[in-house]
T-cell receptor, first 113, second 116 residues
Framework: GENVEQHPSTLSVQEGDSAVIKCTYS??????FPWYKQELGKGPQLIID?????GEKKDQRIAVTLNKTAKHFSLHITETQPEDSAVYFC????????????FGSGTRLLVRP | GAVVSQHPSWVICKSGTSVKIECRSL??????MFWYRQFPKQSLMLMAT?????????EQGVEKDKFLINHASLTLSTLTVTSAHPEDSSFYIC????????????FGQGTRLTVV
């Protein structure tokens, strides 16, 4: 089955700097890659996603890139703000009918004021 | 955006009792809902896939008789933790995928279960 690895596990940046989180997946048939932000005590919130027919997608300060050949995708946050501090999870969805999300291990992002 | 409501947000129960958690899609129909379990500082682990009108599909290692899932309508799935023990204490999260549309899944706010 699908396996998703995520790095780094923790990331500390200065406010205004950029943050990059990377994930790799194992199943070349996976075709949908969402990113979630989870704040303490809350459920994950979808922040951006990308499909396998697209190489890059941007939404204001957030962007995601996908390299299908290498089977990895990355989240880029520019001009970080303290409110960006949270745990970020990448995920992959396979092509079978279950649409199960397989999550990475998470990255704890701390943006220092 | 699509809203998934999970209730209760937290619950404390005694060992040996059962607890029911509800997951509702408020503004869309969801043929498929998913139940996850999350331990502190860990990722979400898929427990089961809930399909409306049929039996849930459990992941390997998840006891179906302990974690009863019912998906009786297109907007409601329930997870019942039976004969709860302290080791069942965890953060339980549901997600719902719209019946019609792309692949996005929307998450509830989670339920903190503490078994004493």
């Amino acid at each position: 089955g699908e396996n998703v690895e995520q790095h780094p596990s923790t990331l500390s940046v200065q406010e205004g700097d950029s943050a990059v989180i990377k994930c790799t997946y194992s199943d070349s048939a996976s075709n949908y890659f969402p990113w979630y932000k989870q704040e303490l005590g809350k459920g994950p919130q979808l922040i951006i996603d990308i499909r396998s027919n697209v190489g890059e997608k941007k939404d204001q300060r957030i962007a995601v890139t996908l390299n299908k050949t290498a089977k990895h995708f990355s989240l880029h946050i520019t001009e970080t703000q303290p409110e960006d501090s949270a745990v970020y999870f990448c995920a992959a969805v396979g092509v079978d009918s279950s649409y199960k999300l397989i999550f990475g291990s998470g990255t704890r992002l701390l943006v220092r004021p | 955006g699509a809203v998934v409501s999970q209730h209760p947000s937290w619950v404390i129960c005694k060992s040996g009792t059962s607890v029911k958690i509800e997951c509702r899609s408020l503004d869309f129909q969801a043929t498929t809902m998913f139940w996850y379990r999350q331990f502190p500082k860990q990722s979400l682990m898929l427990m089961a896939t809930s399909n409306e009108g049929s039996k849930a599909t459990y992941e390997q290692g998840v006891e179906k008789d302990k974690f009863l899932i019912n998906h009786a309508s297109l907007t409601l799935s329930t997870l019942t933790v039976t004969s709860a023990h302290p080791e069942d204490s965890s953060f339980y999260i549901c997600s719902a995928r719209p019946s019609h549309g792309p692949t996005e899944a929307f998450f509830g706010q989670g339920t903190r279960l503490t078994v004493v």
